[in-house]
C-alpha cells in the first residue's frame, strides 16, 4: 500500500523524486568519505612499539556499592604482572558490603589503598567528586582509570598501556568492551561500545582525539591539576572520561592501544532500560565538545540517518531505485569490510551478523535518548 502510494506520488511530482535522489547520493557521497577516509584506518597494520622504560603506575578505581564485582574483579587488577604500581579504590559512600570486601584485599595486597567518602544525605555528589579524591591520594605521576566492574582482559595490562607513557604523551586511549552474553541486546550493546570505539580510536588517528573510556584510560596526574580537573563541567554528572579529553587532548601527544592485552571488559547491562539511562548520561556530556567536534559527530549521524531514510523512499521509485541499490550495496560492503576489521581489532564475537540492522536502528535511538536527555537532566546519576 504503502509502495503505490510513494510511487503515485513521484509519478505526478518527478522534480520532487529527483532533488531526493540527489539529496541520497549527496548523504551516499558523505558517508563513503567518513569510512574511507576515516573509519577504514581502523583495519591497518600496526607497527610495533619501541620498548619503554617501566614508569610507576597509579591505577584509580571508583567504587559505589560494588561489592559483587569487585570480589571478582579487583584481583586481576590487583595481580597485574607490572614492578611498580599501586591501585587506590576510592569507595563512595557505599550502602553494601564494599568496605569490608576492600579491607579484605587489603589483607594480602599490600599495592591496595582505600580511600572512602562519607554519605552526606544532604549534599549529593557524581563519579567526578570519588575520582578527584582518588587522584589526589595517587602518588605516581601516571594515572590509569578502570570502573569496578571491569577487568584487564590479560595479567599485562598494565605493561600493555604503560608502553605508551613516553615523555611526549598526555594521554593513552585503551578499548573497553563488555563481556559476550545470550540474546540480541548484549549483541547491541557490544555493537554500539565497539562503533563508539572505531569512532574515537580513528578520530584521533587523524588528528582529532575527541574522547576516551573511563573504564581504559590513561593520563598525566600533573596534566589533571593543571587544567583544574572537572572545574569547568564539574556541575554535570557524565563527562569524567570524554569531556576531560576532549577539553585537553593534543593531537601529537595522544595515544592509542591496540593490543589485546591492553583491553578491558566490563559487566555489561541488564537490559535495555538501564543502557538507556547511561547513553542519556553520556548524551549530557556531548554537548559540551568543541564545536567542530560536534559537527564532525553529528553530521556523520545526519547523513546516514537520511541516507537510510531515502533508501527506504527511493527504493519504490523506477528507474531510480536500480541506481539506489547499487549504491547502497557498494556502502554496505564498505560498511561491512569495516565492522568486520573493528571486530577482529577489539575482538567483538557474534555482531557482523547483525551489523546492518545495528547501524540502521542505533541513530534513531540515539535521537530519541538524546532529546529524552535533555528533559529528563536532573534525573540521571552516575549509580
Known amino acids: 500500500m504503502m509502495g503505490e502510494l510513494l510511487k503515485n506520488f513521484f509519478w505526478v ?26 573509519f577504514m584506518r581502523i583495519g591497518r597494520r600496526v607497527k610495533p612499539k619501541e620498548y619503554q622504560p617501566i614508569v610507576p603506575v597509579s591505577v584509580v ?7 559483587e564485582n569487585l570480589k571478582e574483579r579487583l584481583k586481576f587488577v590487583l595481580e597485574q604482572d607490572y614492578p611498580e604500581f599501586e591501585v587506590i579504590v576510592v569507595n563512595d559512600s ?20 582505600v580511600t572512602e567518602i562519607e554519605r552526606d544525605k544532604r549534599f549529593g555528589h557524581g563519579k ?45 586511549l585503551g578499548y573497553g568492551g563488555y563481556e559476550e552474553k545470550r540474546g540480541l541486546f548484549n549483541k547491541l550493546l557490544r ?28 593520563y598525566r596526574k600533573s596534566l589533571f591539576f593543571k587544567t583544574k580537573g572537572f572545574a569547568s563541567h564539574s556541575r554535570l554528572m557524565s563527562g569524567d572520561d570524554d ?17 589485546p592485552h591492553g583491553f578491558t571488559s566490563c559487566v555489561p547491562q541488564e537490559n535495555f532500560s538501564k543502557w538507556n539511562h547511561q547513553k542519556q548520561r553520556h548524551f549530557t556530556a556531548s554537548e559540551r565538545y568543541k564545536t567542530s567536534h560536534k559537527l564532525v559527530l553529528g553530521l556523520e549521524q545526519l547523513s546516514r540517518t537520511l541516507f537510510y531514510l531515502l533508501a527506504v523512499i527511493l527504493a519504490f521509485v523506477w528507474p531510480i531505485s536500480l541506481g539506489v541499490g547499487v549504491l547502497f550495496l557498494l556502502r554496505y560492503f564498505v560498511f561491512l569490510y569495516t565492522i568486520i576489521k573493528t571486530s577482529k581489532r577489539f575482538n567483538i564475537k557474534g555482531v557482523s551478523g547483525w551489523a ?28
Not at 202 to 211: I, L, R, S
Not at 247 to 257: C, I, P
Open 191 to 218: 555493537y554500539d561500545a565497539g562503533f563508539i570505539a572505531l569512532q574515537y580510536f580513528t578520530y584521533a588517528e587523524v588528528g582529532m582525539p575527541y574522547m576516551g573510556v573511563g573504564r581504559n584510560l590513561a
Open 61 to 67: 578505581i571508583c567504587a559505589k556499592n560494588e561489592s
Open 94 to 113: 557505599s550502602t553494601d558490603d564494599t568496605i569490608m570486601v576492600l579491607n579484605e584485599f587489603k589483607k594480602f595486597y599490600k599495592n591496595l589503598y
Open 128 to 172: 567526578k567528586l570519588a575520582l578527584t579524591i582518588g587522584i589526589k591520594a595517587a602518588k605516581y605521576e601516571w594515572l590509569l582509570l578502570t570502573d569496578a566492574d571491569c577487568k584487564p582482559e590479560s595479567k599485562y595490562w598494565i605493561r600493555t598501556m604503560a608502553q605508551n607513557f613516553t615523555d611526549d604523551t598526555d594521554f593513552v
Open 243 to 259: 569531556i576531560f579529553v576532549n577539553d585537553n587532548a593534543v593531537k601529537n601527544k595522544v595515544k592509542l592501544e591496540y593490543n
Open 356 to 383: 546492518i540492522l545495528f547501524d540502521f536502528v542505533l541513530p534513531y535511538i540515539n535521537l530519541v535518548q538524546l532529546l529524552l536527555s535533555k528533559f529528563r537532566r536532573d534525573r540521571l546519576t552516575w549509580k
Open 13 to 38: 511530482q518527478p522534480t520532487i523524486a529527483t532533488w531526493f535522489a540527489y539529496a541520497f547520493v549527496l548523504f551516499w557521497l558523505v558517508q563513503m568519505c567518513y569510512y574511507i577516509f576515516v
